[in-house]
DNA sequence: CTGAAAGCGCTTACAG
DNA sequence: CTGAAAGCGCTTACAG
């Protein structure tokens, strides 16, 4: 144990601790310290194996340089991805990360946000749950620095990354009616969240503008119950509506769980039945059908909420921006991207 | 901003902070500070929304009550897992989780200790990588709590959770012969690291008792030319050896990769070929073939290093148990456990 | 019994 | 110019 102070160094060199701070912390200026003394005591902290205390550090300049960052769901690659990218952009910058969960709940957020308030957090990255814009407002009025990033509320007047949902969607079902299909349904998230609204309201629009929207087409699921609910859906479409040809997946935990269910029930992809998906699932890579779907740039997002983030930590200035970001329409013959 | 301080509180109801430390951290043993006053400032705290600043806390009590996790890699679904259920244990017991990356060098896990240290976390709980032992070794010179999971080093005195490599492996092996293989493979990565040794030592002793046993049959394969490496090794050895009947895969990247060669080679699994597989991919769930994998008790092994590791945070005793939890041979067919 | 004061490890404004 | 001292927000040992 036994860690070693400022305090240390300085008993050891023979000078205050406020030159130890100086001179580590290079803010020695014109030289007050002295070549050589500045030299000793560098040469005292390395020999010492000092690391300076944060905690110290973080409450007496007011800042942690500590990110919190809120994620739905950490075991959803997704999700896990774009945490690997929020980190490694933070330690560029001089930021640690405290990684939360929230598992869609809006009180485990409400949660998470005080557990890293008294972290001390200088701001947050946050994908937030349904009816979690309260507990956002709040970080805003107290002037939290805050970006939102994958999903966001288009009422609040807070920083968000994320992607054009709407032409993303859109041009999916433009591509599958160009390959010629007509009924299309579509598997989406129960959510009042707007980026999958956006879904929603991508696939409705051009089906409508083709006049082939059925509301009986779209099939909503709850969060909670995919797993029985997600096949239920599938049947359905495939049983009540005439000749479905193909089906558009909001999430890859859709995508995932329907396509099982659609090769369970011997269907062929894409012969008998086309399918287009949000994001990529891996599972993607074991079929011998290739199946398109839209990929996000989860990189670039992570990169970005963090630059956003930074800027207005420090700034101080309030400064509400809406990046969106385009999607690109993949398949898994362009698969070496991925890995 | 203007957060809510002890000294707020104090101002407001005419205590002294040490009257509000008392009550809201509940050591007013004996009613020192009386009935009504107490409650007083429990409601003060709670109407001016104060939140405790846990720098100022950890600096004084010595503890932060946060857990640095340094992960090989966190978009790796089985670390990310790992990530998942570690939190939620160690939020359980009053902890925050700083989670850091390697990516599987040693370099930045010395990196990422230091990074941790500064910030004062109580413990760490360790994935390490190759050659790592030495700033492992460093940890408990320093008397720091460490855990190391899912990997470890035999010569260390480090307590560690894993499971039993080499019986899962022997399990697997002598699951395959008794399923009529002779010539069965291995792919294995290609690493000092003890879990993996077992893994190809379970793989080698079954097939040395059975007489079966022929160096060229085990493929390493070396971390970062996965991609490349991995569908050359079953190239290998689909072309050099007689008949290969199955391959044993030693992690859940290389099965990926290395089915998806098969599958792209017209074999099917597992008329033409029969593989195991250590941990599952979420890929497996969209081959009809059903592939069998031994499975982790992820959950438990994320609980078991969190409760190790505050048991030897709080007793400051030095203590070194070493975990082995038993896996299981799983099969798609029952895969609702997973979900 | 209880209030005032010290001190955790830092940084920086300020007196000399 | 530079050294000594204050103070960030807490907790707790200690004087009265």
Redesign the interface.
Known sequence: ?ARVSIKDIAREVGVSTAAVSLVLNGKDENGRIGKEMSEKIRQKAKEMHY??????R??RIGR?N?IGLILAD??N?FF??L??HI??QA?KQGY??????TNESDLKMEKMI??L????VDGFIIVPTEHGDRYIADLLK???PVVLIDRFFPHLRASSVAVDNYNAARKAIEKMIRQGCRNIGMLVYQTELQHMQDRKRGYIDVMKEHHMFNPALVKEIGYSF??NDVPIAIEHLLLKENRMEGIFFATNTLS?IG??QL?NMGLRIPEDMKVICFDK????????ASIPYIQQPVPEMGKVAVELLVEQIKQKQESCQFIELQTRMMNIAEK?II?
């Open positions: 144990m690391e300076p205390n944060n905690l110290a973080g409450l942690s500590t950490i075991s690659l896990a991805n945490a690997f980190q490694e330690e640690s990360v405290i990684i939360t969960n005080n557990v308030n008294s972290r001390q107290r002037r939290m995919l797993t995932m396509i099982k090769m699932s891996d599972a993607f890579d074991f079929t011998e070496s890995f």
